[in-house]
């Protein structure tokens, strides 16, 4: 259950430029032969950080022990594994920023309390110029002021606002919260047709 | 904001309560599990000390990581092996039903929810797979979830959901021969993108999708996904209550004629107003194949690669990267294109209908030497009736493999793989890099009978050639 509030995420970023990169991508639908989420960290991007040989954004020195992950547009599209944002997590990332999210990979960041904010183009192209130009700068995703700040500058950043609201109050784990409808979840049911029997 | 679509009504009846995030709790009629997706989140309900508080409302298969060759027990591959002795546990720990291969019903979560009747018009579905979409060819509202939301369905039967704008979708006139409900799919996502649905319900209709079986409006909206729309669906028809008629979960008799009378009424108003429209003429719609690395870069059997000159600025980069990992080059036709292996089965296209259509392909001749074919039914219930029929020995006369129920190669979770760069011409759903198991195998999506055709010629095909 969620009790841990985000209101920023700050640390060094890592830009991994791309569109549409998906979740097979991400996390290879073989290392998902688990029933716990332990190991999925260590095969993150495996197969495209292999076909790179060392060039992967992920495998560059400079990136290493980045918080925040920084992607073009569409990212996490495809199949809805959670393993996905699990092997980013694990990985080291809290927070990413980018063009657009596929919609369940941002619900899955949000039910683990990853932070997925979204900048207009201008910006999103000058971030990335600045952290790879300089990438030990510390980078802010600010959850609460609704910005990203950088040596680029302060952009303005786009969150959906009840997953804002999710993140500040520290209710991201939806589970308590659901639970807490208690017996109006019964009352639903019976109100439907197909629940009675018809 | 869109009012009184089939999307607002089931919205409307299945909401709990509004939360403070404007967020909606919604209850969740059927959940449907499986073996990739689920451990963990079985594995939270027992650290927060919670049941499922309605065991009766979620259904199990396993389809992902089953063999296709012997489904014996227990299974030569460990994990695959642990997975499905963990699913078991949690089905008899908390009183689920498990369609396992025992139980005749086991097959692909998405074709054996519609074949059971457990996916009816007017419910909310969830899964923790993104092809759950599927299910919206019956009406329903059907969404991949996370297993976090696993999670949450289990304890609470409901989901934390924020509302979905509605985009209708008009595809008119009729289809031309030799195109199928796949091609209507890929043509709908190549024009609206890869990511164009993202915040919408997809409420697919016209003329094209009144004629179209369930089984093809299942390939539609399986596909919504692929396009970024979480869910797509068709509004209820008579169509739809016949197929469910006399469905093992189906209600009978007299329950039966009242529930059809509740499922027309969830149908959309003819004075529903949506966020937005785009309209498609069926008759443009051609047999069509991918080229590149997503379900959006295909074009039709008629048509070329396109060129990075054609394109603007902004695509080019992707048009590189995908011929780069395809090794195919711009400007060149898309039929031609030698295959290794061809695949016919998935959550998209592995139901009867979709291997009739295969098989009358496969009567015209024989899979080419040094081409792997595989023919992997939806279900224990569609290779039981495609047995009945005699497509089974059709498809192992023209040199096909006749294979198990599963998911197979469509991901590869299992022991069907491609192997090195091979190029499968496929039925399935997603041509991401590497989705076929191996890193860099390649995937040319298209419809079974396309890919029927391809097996034969050893190369992509226009089908209304092949018949």
């Known amino acids: ?198 | 904001m869109s009012a009184n679509t089939l999307f607002d009504k089931v919205w409307d009846q299945h909401t709990v309560r509004e939360l403070p995030t404007g967020q909606t709790q919604l209850f969740i009629g059927t959940h449907l599990i499986h073996e990739v997706t689920s451990p963990q989140a079985f594995a939270m309900l027992r650290e927060l000390g919670l049941a499922v508080r309605f065991p009766e409302r979620t259904f199990a298969t396993v389809d992902h990581i089953i063999p296709t060759d012997s489904q014996i027990r227990p299974f030569a591959d460990e994990l695959a092996e642990a997975m499905m002795s963990e699913l078991e546990r949690n089905c008899r720990d908390y009183g689920i039903t498990f369609f396992d291969s025992a139980s005749g019903h086991q097959g692909v979560v998405h074709v054996i929810g519609p074949e059971l009747g457990l996916t009816q018009p007017g419910m909310t579905i969830a899964c923790g797979d993104s092809h759950t979409s599927t299910h919206g060819a019956f009406g329903a509202i059907a969404f991949g979830v996370g297993t976090s939301q696993v999670r949450d369905v289990l304890a609470t039967q409901t989901l934390a959901m924020a509302r979905l704008a509605v985009r209708r979708i008009e595809v008119s006139g009729k289809l031309g021969s030799g195109v199928h409900a796949k091609d209507v799919t890929l043509a709908i996502i190549r024009k609206l993108g890869v990511n164009g649905g993202v915040g919408f319900a997809y409420e697919y209709g016209g003329d094209v999708f009144d004629s179209l079986t369930l089984e093809e409006r299942m390939t539609v909206c399986n596909m919504a996904i692929e396009g970024g729309a979480r869910c797509g669906y068709v509004n209820p028809d008579e169509a739809t209550f016949e197929y469910l008629r006399g469905r093992l979960h189906a209600p009978e008799g007299d329950a039966f004629e009242r529930a059809v009378q509740g499922w027309r009424s969830v149908a959309s108003g003819a004075d529903a107003s949506y966020d937005d429209r785009v309209e498609f003429d069926g008759a443009e719609i051609a047999p069509s194949v991918t080229w590149g690395i997503n379900p959006g870069q295909n074009a039709g059997i008629g048509e070329c690669i396109p060129r990075a000159s054609e394109l603007p600025d902004s695509e080019r980069p992707q048009l590189e990267e995908a011929l780069e990992y395809m090794g195919l080059r711009q400007g060149d036709p898309i039929a031609g294109t030698p295959i290794d292996v061809a695949f016919i089965g998935s959550c998209t296209n592995g139901r009867l209908s979709d291997l009739r259509a295969a098989a009358r392909v496969a009567r015209t001749g024989q899979v080419q030497p040094g081409v792997r074919a595989l023919v992997v039914p939806g279900s224990q219930e569609v290779a039981r009736q495609a047995e009945a029929e005699g497509l089974d020995e059709t498809f192992r006369a023209a040199g096909f493999e006749w294979r198990e129920p599963g998911c197979s190669m469509c991901l590869a979770m299992n022991p069907d793989k491609l192997i090195g760069r091979e190029i499968c011409a496929s039925s399935s759903n997603r041509n991401f890099k590497g989705r076929q198991g191996s890193p860099t195998g390649r995937t040319l999506l298209m419809s079974p009978a396309m890919v029927a055709a391809a097996a034969i010629r050893g190369e992509v095909a226009d089908v209304r050639e092949v018949l």
């Open chain 1, 1 to 198: 259950m969620a009790e841990r509030t985000i209101e920023q995420v700050v640390g060094s970023a890592a830009v991994l430029r791309g569109d549409d990169i998906d979740t097979d991508r991400i996390i290879p639908a073989r290392f998902m032969k688990v029933v716990t989420f332990d190991t999925v960290g260590e095969h993150l991007f495996e197969d495209d950080r292999k076909a790179a040989k060392g060039d992967h954004a992920l495998d560059q020195e400079h990136y290493h022990g980045a918080r925040i992950l920084v992607v073009g547009r569409n990212f996490g599209c495809g199949s809805s594994r959670e393993h996905a944002p699990q092997a980013l997590m694990r990985f080291g990332f809290d927070a990413f920023v980018g063009d657009s999210f596929a919609e369940i990979f941002s619900g899955n960041c949000t039910a683990l309390g990853l932070p997925c904010v979204v900048l207009d183009e201008d910006d999103l192209a000058a971030l990335m110029d600045a952290v790879e130009l300089a990438p030990d700068q510390s980078v802010r995703v600010d959850v609460e002021a609704e910005t990203v700040t950088s040596r680029a500058g302060v952009a303005r950043a786009r969150i959906p606002a009840g997953t804002r609201q999710q993140l500040l109050e520290g209710t991201w784990d939806a589970t308590a919260v659901l639970l807490d409808a208690g017996d109006e979840i019964e009352a639903t049911a019976e109100r439907l047709a197909y629940v009675t029997g018809f």
